[in-house]
């Protein structure tokens, strides 16, 4: 049973292959999106290593001069999709969004080099320099005032696009007038009960033309722009992202940059401090234009278990926090506390359970010895793609599978947990 599901992951991330580059499914999300990419890519790895670097090498391929790694790659024109190049940017060649998504690519270059061979070395070496610039781009555009933190200047940068997080700056987001001529492509493949609202979509949007009109200046996006949050997702994202990039760093004698980096995670650790919420004893986000915590537990709450950090309190609040959710529901981790009075079962980012979150929140649960709960939250992943589908995310309460259907990020998911667990031991045709 569990090998055919494996077989199936390697077809559906095939299907899904665009030619040197994976999207996240057909028609909803036809381009290469920047963390869907870099998942994708560790999935492949356990079965074809050409093929996944070569989705990585891409990826890079369109960083631009700044350092920044986009968070969609647009290889064609697509008018299944909406917004398409020409929304992000004035120049007519444009190619890319414009800003980035979770930079989990050190990470999943260092699982690749660690989990392979001499191969799998050089390519990861090749692209050193590409990660240092990339990290580089988040100090400088990121956390300008070198205040330890990065804040994020569009919800879609934290990839969590409607979380309840954003709810605090949307709600100023001025729309203009007459602002609402264009028409959404996302619900026209998936019910818009599991899609965010049209009211988010021209939020997004008016921070979309607000960029596009100051040529995605990163200094007067971050102190004038519509919005800014800090995100604890992309924070410990980033944070653990570091640290992986020392490894790299050290594997390769890269003595200077040894250095640096380090210096980079000491600041990232004092940083995180700043969105501790003691009101709610836990990592939450906090919006910058406001000043105000959010006070939803998330399971982006939980991603300090992930980057190890915060103190043995601090852990040990989180790891309440992940006990008492994962009572709360059939399926964990929701995307949101079932008990706050935002979430929403269905609606993706606001409730549902997604399997890439789950991959990082189970691995901090067992660099922190707690192997029940993240054997707990691998099971869930398993089941539910089991009951519900290879799908995007899932309902935590009857595991109904949402959102995109023959999902790139979930088969990876799928297969990567089967690599990392001598339970589930498969055999693919390659
Ligand atoms: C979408 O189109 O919904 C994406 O999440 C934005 O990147």
């Known amino acids: 049973m569990i090998e055919e599901k494996f077989q199936n992951a390697v077809e559906i991330i095939t299907k899904n292959d665009r030619g040197g580059y994976t999207v996240p499914t057909s028609k909803l999300y036809p381009h290469q999106w920047n963390w869907d990419s870099a998942f994708t890519a560790l999935g492949i790895s356990t079965y074809n290593k050409t093929r996944a670097w070569q989705e990585l090498i891409l990826l890079i391929k369109a960083q631009w001069k700044n350092g920044m790694i986009p968070h969609i790659i647009f290889h064609k024109n697509d008018p299944n999709y909406f917004p398409g190049p020409n929304h992000w940017q004035i120049k007519s060649n444009a190619n890319t969004s414009c800003h980035s998504q979770p930079p989990v690519l050190a990470s999943i270059i260092w699982d690749m080099v660690k989990n392979g061979n001499n191969y799998d070395l050089k390519k990861g070496q090749s692209l050193f320099n590409s990660l240092m610039a990339y990290h580089e781009w988040f100090f400088s555009a990121r956390d300008p005032n070198n205040e330890g933190f990065i804040s994020i200047i569009h919800p879609w940068e934290s990839g969590r696009d409607n979380c309840p997080d954003w709810d605090l700056g949307l709600h100023n987001v001025n729309v ?255």
């Open 176 to 430: 203009p007038d007459n602002f609402g001529d264009y028409v959404r492509c996302d619900t026209s493949h998936v019910e818009i009960s599991q899609r965010p609202t049209n009211k988010d979509y021209d939020k997004f949007m008016s921070i979309v033309e607000y960029g596009r009109n100051c040529n995605w200046d990163p200094k007067k996006m971050y102190d004038e722009g519509p919005f800014l949050a800090i995100d604890p997702g992309i924070n410990f994202i980033f944070l653990k992202a570091n640290k992986d990039l020392l490894s790299l760093a050290k594997l390769f004698n890269y003595k200077n940059r040894v250095n640096k980096i380090e210096s980079w995670i000491n600041k990232l650790e004092d940083g995180c401090q700043n969105f501790w919420n003691d009101k709610v004893k836990a990592f939450t986000a906090f919006d910058m234009r406001s000043n105000q915590f959010c006070d939803a537990i998330t399971n982006a709450s939980m991603l300090c278990l992930y980057a190890s950090t915060g103190s043995d309190k601090q852990k040990n609040y989180t790891i309440k926090h992940c006990e008492r959710i994962l009572n709360s529901c059939v399926y964990g981790m929701p995307s949101v506390d079932p008990k706050h009075k935002k979430f929403e079962s269905e609606r993706y980012w606001r409730g549902p359970v997604w399997s890439i979150m789950n991959y990082m929140i189970s691995h901090g649960l067992e660099h922190e010895g707690e192997y029940s709960l993240a054997k707990r939250i691998k099971d869930d992943t398993i089941k539910l793609i089991e009951v519900g589908g290879m799908y995007e995310y899932f309902n935590p309460h009857t595991g109904k599978g949402l959102g995109g259907h023959d999902f790139s990020w979930t088969a990876a998911i799928l297969l990567v947990f089967g690599r990392d667990s001598s339970n589930l031991k498969f055999t693919t045709n390659k």
